[in-house]
């Protein structure tokens, strides 16, 4: 029994196979059938049943990838297209088999922009390479999704994570895109500058598709200047709410945090064994401070006046490298240390967000559900954008549990969408989410229907994902 | 002679006289077809010439609106949605007739969330006014395009101006809207959330759609905490090239500047006279900054440092309130000032967005082209985005100059696209521009229009705007 509905679609098994024979010949040895590298292309880190493609195409380049959708088009065959493969809501699988696409040695830096603080790269490059390139330059490019992700497949889930309080998500640091339409046209939605009103704004109708509309072949990106000095601490609070309140009030006082994580107590028993951390149990906010020697040391102390004042602990702040990079890294590896809290159990990480007055209620809710229903769930969240993710555990071979997450699951999204809040502040639709995502909008989703039509009439780009065509 | 073609497109008679008689029964006094009236709801404010609609129906509510528009859409009559009429490139004339839908009335602010730093409102309320309503709870709306526009026409154009280089443009200030569709559905495109993964943007979609498929009839808006300390000041330059590196290295340097606007000499010498300031002419850069109070000043000393490595004269800043309203009131009074440089000239008011780093050379090729043109044309420019305006005074009963001046437009915008640049940073397309944007994007222009089709199918939202269809 899987967890999840992944939603098998109707197979195209005639033009498959000649996309398939031709795609061989054509592409050789960049042109992969082989079981495990299908299924390590379908979806490996999610809950969602892996759905392998039925071939795997390494492109080189744009024309590459223009030859493979005009072939595919032609023969009515689904493109899936695959960055690194980190997505949690099954969005490189391939319900209905065919090409998947995979964009990692498109991994270039075509141009850095010092002067304009941007970019522009190929899709395949990683976020970490990115930023190894860039470091002596004195720049670098914030989004974090944790994974270290493509920046093509995170412009396409509109990716995000810590530091988006401070820096945004990928929908605030994609100037420009281009992009592989489903007939085979390569365009270009935007010119490289910070601001346009040249028309409808492509970019970010592309930023967030996940694949469902074209190729992201070309990103230019904003970047930022290093900031002259760090610092970061962590703090404890007597409980959700008031943690969260001192959330409100650093984000209404207008604090610049570049990060500001809310860990829960279960979530933090976790991270002390895994990491080894000296600290008591309790629910904690992380935090990271970017700015001027002085700037930093004034968030610091404002924000020490807010914890105070909502009964936080004494709040421990260093610019220490290694010791902000011990407590860091210990936020960073919180997924190793949940899975050490059920050894053999599986995971499912799902993720909403809310309005940040609606958050304290909404995880202690939450809270609640998890200790009813018997689960195993410890709860992480960038408070400071009312994002929070819930890490399951449970046992993949057994019904009930299984019914007992989904269950809970549905419960969670409608209690964030009843609290004006979105089933996915960063995880994105994929195929776990399509019902979450009408309940959430409506005839929105209708709308969005008919876009998807008139860009992908034939439905081969990533069909199944994000909506039920 | 008109100085645009503003791209007269056949009328439908029939369907016309049919809605204007049923809004007329249906609406009584609030639907208009006086001749000033509907020429004050044609375009005014641009040099496009006027087109007036048939009718201008006050709407005071939504249903009001999905009255008119299933109406319209059952006629095939065009409809065009009108705030206050500021808009530059003919965006709300009425080249094929139609409905003007006045959404003033709808001006109502329907719910302050102070802890989530939102607002949801109705389109038809200035930003002034809702900056008035603000005041006592701490916060504002940033966004100031010059004019008092309503925010659901700042939406719809993606407005922008003087403070988007800190605060961003309506891109990044709505959070959600809901919209009544060409079929007459009202949509709500996301919930209030400062982030979302769910499904396309069509918030995005909407921003900068010029009411060509939708209207807006409800807006969420991020606000700010009113800052503790604002100070300000300028600086002259020997030349814009030291001006110009002077921004490059304020933005580089991260120095979250509120304001930082370039004056060239003959603007200057035009505020110095309309404004009686008591300055040398030169061109100059207008700054503002906005923090705590060691905040600001240390900005202040960081930029004094830039300026004077670049040739800048003595940085002047001041955290007096009444010095500082008298230079951004010259700042503002920018258009009028203008105006005394040529009394009796009409004015065209266009604007281009390069990269920072070719701000400079664009803007020197501009002053150059100017001077061999023969034309009267100060500069003003939101530097800190690449961002500038030329307003050309000129003759409109003198063909020659007409002609002169058109040239002038066509070489400025290919010159910024060739420069990596936008024909237009936040003026939008409407009537004027829109040969410009297919040179600018090409093909991406052919995805706009399938985009059109698909949500309009019947081309009633505001045709002739933005796309040829």
């Given amino acids: 029994m899987a967890l999840a509905d992944a939603g098998a679609m109707v197979r195209n098994e005639n033009g498959i196979a000649t996309v398939v024979s031709i795609l061989k010949k054509r592409f050789g040895d960049n ?63 391939a319900p209905a088999g065919g090409v998947s696409i995979d964009l990692s040695r498109m991994n270039r830096i075509l141009k850095v922009y010092n002067e304009d603080l941007n970019v522009v790269v190929e899709p395949g490059i990683t976020r970490k390479e990115l930023n190894e390139y860039l470091r002596d330059t004195g720049l670098f490019f914030p989004i974090d999704p944790g994974a270290n992700a493509s920046l093509g497949g995170m412009a396409a889930t509109r990716a995000s994570g810590t530091n988006a309080v401070r820096y945004g998500t990928m929908r605030e640091n994609v100037l420009a895109l281009k992009a592989v339409m489903p007939d085979g046209r390569l365009i270009s939605t935007a010119k490289r500058v910070k601001k346009t009103s040249a028309g409808y704004d492509l970019t970010r109708l592309l930023v967030g598709s996940e694949g469902t509309l074209g190729i992201i072949t070309e990103l230019t990106l904003k970047l930022y200047g290093i900031p002259q000095a760090i610092s970061g601490g962590i703090c404890a609070f007597p409980d959700l709410e008031s943690a969260c309140n001192a959330v409100i009030e650093t984000i209404q006082m207008g604090i610049p945090v570049a990060r500001i994580e809310l860990v829960n107590s279960l979530q933090m028993q976790a991270m002390i064994n895994y990491s080894k951390l000296d600290y008591p149990v309790a629910p904690y906010l992380f935090l990271e401070f970017h700015g001027s020697d002085a700037g930093v040391a004034e968030q610091a102390e404002l924000f020490g006046e807010i914890a105070a004042a909502n009964g936080g602990g004494t709040f421990k702040w260093t610019a220490n490298l290694e010791e902000r990079e011990k407590l860091w890294s210990a936020r960073h590896n919180s997924y190793f240390a949940c899975m050490t809290l059920a050894p053999g159990k ?124």
């Fill in 31 to 93: 042109a992969q059938t082989g079981k495990s590298i299908r299924e390590q292309h379908g979806h490996t880190t999610s809950y969602v049943p892996n759905q392998a493609p039925d071939l795997v195409v390494f492109v080189e380049n744009t024309e590459d990838v223009q030859e493979v959708v005009r072939l595919c088009g032609e023969w009515h065959v689904p493109i899936i297209p695959f960055g690194t493969g980190t997505s949690l809501e099954g969005h490189v699988n």
């Fill in 346 to 469: 599986q995971s499912l990480s799902t993720d909403v967000c809310v309005p940040i007055s609606r958050l304290a209620e909404c995880i202690v809710e939450t809270e609640k559900d998890i200790a009813a229903s018997g689960l195993i769930a410890p709860i992480v969240g960038h408070a400071g954008d009312g994002n929070f993710h819930v890490l399951i555990l449970f046992d993949d071979k057994n019904a009930e549990e299984i019914q007992n997450v989904e269950a809970f699951v549905e419960r969670l999204n409608l209690r964030a969408i009843a609290m004006d809040g979105t089933c996915t502040g960063e995880h994105g639709i994929g195929q776990g989410k399509i019902k979450f995502l009408r309940l959430e909008l409506g005839g929105a989703v209708d709308v969005m229907e008919s876009i998807k039509r008139a860009i992908d009439p034939g439905n081969i780009m990533n069909p199944g994902k994000i909506l039920r065509l």
